[in-house]
């Protein structure tokens, strides 16, 4: 059972990455898809 920790640990820390990973792609896509409009001077 000493083995469950560090599995745990890694597949969190997996998940972790996931999470970020998708949040970062999430904010590149909607950064480019509300670009600013050039405004009539």
Do not use: D, E, K, Y
């Not at 469950?4 to 480019?32: D, E, K, M, N, Y």
């Amino acid at each position: 059972m000493g083995w469950l920790v560090p599995v745990i640990w890694v597949l969190w820390a997996l998940g972790l990455t996931l999470l970020l990973l998708l949040a970062g792609v999430g904010h590149w896509l909607a950064g480019r898809m509300s670009s600013p409009q050039p405004q009539a001077a």
